[in-house]
């Protein structure tokens, strides 16, 4: 079970960027409390691609709880316990398309990433793109070694990008199933820093 942020503590001295260009003329950005509306469309536009997987994709999110949440991340960034991202196109300021976070939810010295893109940018290489900058973002961070990228067993679309940036799988662990594709096996994958 993850910790919420009031039981973490920072886990770096470091901040990663707010902004990462990506190919392609995408960019992850520091999530702000202004892009909950961006973010509240691109999750109910894309609610039944991430049901299968996601748990609190159970329900259409209201703007407010949006909002709520954009500001539980922005709290995060600032207690550096977790960097939260969303992912857009340049050329449409402000348009979300995809979320990302490094959580610093599984033990000092190391970051967990997390994502998901709407339907409609999925397929396109946008994940491993951003997974691929936010893993060299999460080991320039000082005291941080280790990056992890946790998915279930059945869930391919997400073990392709660990798989695709070159991590490897570390283990399989059995975990009770919240959202309704889950199998119950997580596959824990890691990639290590030059020091590590």
């Known amino acids: 079970m993850s910790q919420s942020t009031d039981e973490l503590s920072a886990v770096s001295e470091g901040r990663p960027p707010e902004l990462i260009p990506l190919p392609g003329g995408?960019?992850?950005?520091r999530r702000t409390v202004g892009d909950a509306p961006g973010l509240n469309a691109a999750?109910?536009?894309s609610l039944e691609h991430l049901r299968p997987w996601m748990e609190w994709a159970r329900s259409k999110p209201t703007l407010e709880r949006?909002?709520?949440m954009a500001q539980a991340g922005v709290d995060?960034?600032?207690a550096g316990t977790d960097f939260m991202y969303?992912?857009?196109p340049d050329s449409l300021p402000g348009s979300v398309v995809g979320a990302f976070g490094l959580h610093g939810r599984i033990g000092a010295g190391a970051l967990e990433i997390g994502y998901w893109v709407a339907l409609d940018h999925a397929g396109r290489g946008l994940a491993t793109a951003a997974a691929g900058v936010l893993t060299g973002a999460a080991l320039a961070l000082p005291g941080i070694g280790r990056v992890e990228i946790h998915c279930d067993e059945g869930n391919l679309a997400s073990a392709a990008v660990p798989r695709k940036l070159g991590y490897r799988l570390d283990?399989?662990?059995d975990f009770e199933p919240v959202a309704p594709a889950e199998t119950g096996r997580r596959l824990i994958w890691i990639t290590e820093g030059p020091g590590a």
């Open 26 to 29: 995408f960019s992850l950005r």
């Open 76 to 78: 995060a960034w600032d």
């Open 43 to 45: 999750v109910t536009a």
């Open 171 to 173: 283990r399989v662990v």
């Open 66 to 68: 949006t909002r709520e």
């Open 86 to 88: 969303v992912l857009g």
